[in-house]
């Protein structure tokens, strides 16, 4: 019923910028909390960036300073701005939304499926 579509992923060199973008879509009552992980090779997902749906940010200290996360509740949108990209940072980043459906009672987490970033010389 609702789906997460990710983009603005691709290869940039070390200390370039990207910005993603995360757009929910499907029978929404509310978005609550919206955020990003990200999943290196060979390691855990990882939490990198959350919002309230006030406007409230926390990140994780890697990338504290770095990146910057927005969100645009008209368009039920979270976006992650990214700078001064390290080598490090290369992963598949993944935008999650906490959910409430139309018709329903609760709260359901949704996962997009993903944009590749590639930081690399």
């Known amino acids: 019923q609702v789906q997460l579509v990710e983009s603005g992923g691709g290869l940039v060199q070390p200390g370039g910028s990207l910005r993603l973008s995360c757009a929910a879509s499907?029978?929404?009552?509310?978005?609550?909390?919206m955020g990003w992980y990200r999943q290196a090779p060979g390691k855990q997902r990882e939490w990198v960036a959350s919002?309230?749906?006030?406007?409230?940010?926390n990140y994780a200290e890697s990338v504290k300073g770095r990146f910057t996360i927005s969100r645009d509740n008209r368009k039920n949108t979270v976006y992650l701005e990214m700078n001064t990209l390290k080598p490090e940072d290369t992963a598949v980043y993944y935008c999650?939304?906490?959910?409430?459906?139309?018709?329903?009672?609760?709260?359901?987490?949704?996962w997009g499926q993903g944009t590749q970033v590639t930081v690399s010389p």
């Open positions: 919002i309230t749906s006030g406007g409230s940010t």
């Open positions: 999650t939304a906490a959910v409430v459906i139309g018709g329903t009672w609760t709260s359901i987490t949704r």
């Open positions: 499907g029978s929404i009552f509310r978005i609550d909390d």
